[in-house]
């Protein structure tokens, strides 16, 4: 199994963001490169941070998917 980091343009990572909507009374999850472009991209003044989450997406290898060789 290889992990990668997933990289954007600027060679920033994505992090998923989540916070707790005051409005709505319930938790909001959202991905962007740092916790301000997540509050703008929302778009509402009701939150409250909770957590800040780095995405690795996983890579299989196809020729050794699962413990078997496929050569």
């Given at each position: 199994m290889l992990k990668t980091n997933h990289q954007e343009?600027?060679?920033r990572e994505t992090k998923?963001?989540?916070f707790y909507?005051?409005?709505m009374a319930q938790v909001?999850?959202?991905t962007a490169t740092t916790e301000r472009?997540?509050?703008k991209s929302l778009g509402k003044?009701?939150?409250?941070?909770?957590?800040r989450?780095?995405?690795y997406p996983v890579i299989e290898r196809a020729r050794n998917f699962g413990g078997y060789s496929h050569e």
């Open positions: 343009k600027g060679n998923l963001f989540k909507d005051l409005s909001v999850q959202i472009q997540a509050r003044s009701s939150l409250i941070f909770i957590a989450i780095r995405l």
